[in-house]
């Protein structure tokens, strides 16, 4: 069952950032690993390239980066930050939370800070999670914005030689600044669904508390990732139609009027196949994945931080997000794009100010 959730308050992104690590890693290189060419990953997935972090560089490093980006776009500080949310799962490590490390290096320290794992729908799932939290933030409450990031480091967790997973995947960060919005823009309402009876289509078998980590956990290959691809297709293929439909009932949205189509950046081909499928007659679908292949989490923000900043996204326009990953769950989010959001003419207003002092 899908759970629909209208928007409560008007909240909408009000920044957005990404950051990409600086080794691009081209089809060349992956092909010769996974014994496969060049032109079958361009073929089978639409991917040019991808980007793998750097030694030094984990999922919070990653993340606080895109996180630093969106706070300068939106022009908001550390102190206004109420809750630091992380969509991945690549943490740093089982536990803590990598959000808390992104709070620490922030200097966030009043935000509550937590992660959020529905695999690569986790960044809907998420940006679902802070919408809401930020309705119920009171009067007394000074900070007033929630950072959600989406970040993955999936090159550390591929088996380079399987040709199913090792050319779909690179290492990336997304962010979104959320806070108040203009009425009736922003989030007008998410979906989100979850078939668990599906669970084995996608996972790391080993390292928790049901496989814990081994000479023999090892030794088999159970820490590396694993896809029913063929599985995972027939999957998109249903589900995803249908969440659209959904969400854009639920909310009474017609699909004509939708401009922007941002869906999880999974496989450029597969994606391709089905959205003509989706019943968005008008609606752009932003897919970078040629570029950052499949980044997890961050996949959606970064195409929306890629859309901005291009000059893609007018005011006023209606925006689609759909994630969908492990697990098996699906999260659709609906926006109306705010390109002059409260806190913006807020600053241009303290602009303003500064410079008929300076005269």
């Given amino acids: 069952m899908t759970v629909y959730s209208p928007a409560t308050t008007a909240t909408g992104i009000t920044g957005t950032g990404s950051y990409l690590p600086a080794e691009i890693v081209p089809n060349a290189v992956v092909a010769d690993r ?8 361009v073929q089978k997935t ?22 630093r980006a969106a706070m300068d776009d939106a022009g908001i500080t550390e102190r ?7 969509a991945t799962s690549t943490p740093d490590h089982p536990q803590p939370a990598t959000a808390c490390l992104v709070q620490d290096r922030l200097g966030a320290t009043q935000a509550a800070a937590f992660d959020i794992n529905a695999v690569c729908a986790g960044f809907v799932f998420a940006l679902q999670t802070g919408a809401q939290l930020l309705a119920g933030v009171g009067e007394r409450t000074t900070a007033k914005y929630a950072l959600v990031i989406g970040a993955d480091v999936y090159s550390r967790i591929l088996d380079h030689t399987d040709r199913r997973t ?3 995947f690179g290492d990336g960060a997304g962010a979104v600044v959320l806070g108040p919005a203009r009425p009736g823009y922003g989030i007008l309402g998410t979906g989100t669904s979850t078939d668990g009876s599906l669970h084995g289509l996608i996972g790391v078998q080993a390292g928790g508390s049901r496989h814990p980590a081994s000479a023999g956990t090892l030794a088999d290959g159970q820490h590396f990732f694993k896809m029913r691809g063929r599985e995972v297709r027939a999957f998109v293929n249903e589900r995803l139609p249908l969440a659209v439909q959904g969400v854009l009932d639920a909310h009474g949205v017609d699909p004509a009027q939708v401009k922007h189509f941002i869906p999880h950046q999974a496989n450029g081909v597969m994606v391709g196949e089905v959205i003509p499928r989706l019943g968005l007659p008008n609606a752009h679908a932003h897919l970078p994945v040629d570029l950052h292949a499949n980044t997890g989490a961050a996949s959606i923000p970064l195409a929306l931080d890629h859309a901005r900043r291009a000059g893609a996204l007018a005011d006023g326009e209606l925006m689609l997000l759909a994630g969908f ?12 794009w705010d390109a002059e959001p409260p806190c913006r003419h807020a600053r241009h207003a303290a602009r303003e100010l500064a410079g008929s002092v300076a005269r």
Avoid: F, K, N
């Fill in 34 to 41: 996974a014994g496969v060419t060049a032109d079958w990953i």
């Fill in 166 to 168: 090792a050319v779909l």
């Fill in 325 to 336: 990953g492990g697990g098996m769950g699906v999260g659709t989010a609906l926006l109306r």
């Fill in 80 to 86: 206004d930050i109420a809750w630091v949310i992380v």
């Fill in 46 to 67: 639409g991917i040019l390239e991808r980007r793998h972090a750097a030694p030094h560089e984990a999922t919070s490093d990653l993340a606080y980066a895109a996180a």
